[in-house]
């Protein structure tokens, strides 16, 4: 055989192994009726439960489970309690991990309407002072523990990173960032691709833009972006939301 078709070759399977090991990492890993759970690297997972809506339907909502050495944290509850007591007893036996924490990324019931279920199983949470005095105002339940612009927690060997850039979808709205893996969970202050502006009650259109533009200069690295709803992605889905609300 040629030197050129040996090498032709070995790109080949080179290449397939590549492809074979971005899609063993990637894909749903657990569904019920209530819960769908995606593996979207190789130690990070995207949590979706479900919310009725009267102005939207039956909202999908997601959050992020980063794991390291068997130990996890979670980015924003599921939607209720059953639910969360679902995602905790998964983690639990099908990654045999200890959830050290569990960080809600702003107060609507999209990240804490799961709260009690880990509080009752003694899992610390953490969230912005102002996602607390907003739960508190609304009668939510309420994160345990407080930070003010940026909190670091460890996994494992590894750690996260839970920071606020400014307002957006809320006056609190947080990101969290795994460095290792370059994940960014954005919350629903990113948008999936083709997104509309969704829910506006409670957001600062006129920062919107500007917020993720901060988040974007904060983690430049970004490989995968998870949004509050919809499908995850790469980084332009910083650049589709800031696109969205430029102008407002």
């Known amino acids: 055989m040629k030197r050129s078709a040996v090498i032709l070759l070995l790109l080949t399977v080179l290449s397939h192994v590549s492809f074979s090991q971005k899609t063993s990492e990637q894909g749903e890993v657990y569904k019920s009726d209530n819960l769908i759970i995606t593996q ?8 979706t439960s479900f919310k009725q809506t009267n102005d939207f339907g039956n909202v999908p909502c997601n959050g992020l489970i980063v794991i390291n050495n068997n130990e996890a944290i979670v ?27 569990v960080i809600p990324t702003h107060f609507h ?40 612009d940026s909190l670091i ?22 990101v969290g960032y795994y460095p290792p893996e370059k994940v960014l ?14 829910y506006l009650g409670d957001a600062n259109v006129k920062e919107w833009s500007a917020t993720v533009k901060k988040v974007k200069n904060e983690f430049p690295e970004v490989k995968v972006v998870v949004p509050g709803h919809g499908e995850f992605g790469d980084s332009s889905l910083l650049d589709y939301t800031i696109q969205l609300f430029r102008n407002n």
């Not at 607390?132 to 523990?145: M, R, T, Y």
């Not at 996994?155 to 947080?174: M, P, Q, R, S, Y």
């Not at 954005?186 to 509309?196: H, Q, R, T, V, W």
């Open 40 to 47: 979207i690297s190789a130690d990070s997972y995207m949590h």
């Open 75 to 101: 980015f924003d509850t599921p939607t209720n309690d059953k639910t969360a007591d679902e995602l905790i007893g998964w983690i639990n036996d099908s990654l045999r991990c200890k959830i050290n924490a």
């Open 109 to 148: 019931d999209d990240c804490l309407g799961g709260l009690r279920a880990f509080t009752e199983k003694n899992i610390p949470s953490y969230s912005s002072y102002r996602t607390i005095k907003l739960a508190e105002e609304n009668k939510s339940a309420v994160p345990g523990n407080g930070f003010t």
């Open 153 to 174: 927690l460890s996994v494992g060997n590894e750690f996260i990173v839970a920071k606020f850039l400014g307002e957006g979808h809320t006056k609190d709205n947080i």
């Open 185 to 198: 969970f954005g919350g629903c202050l990113l948008k999936e691709i083709d997104a509309s502006k969704g």
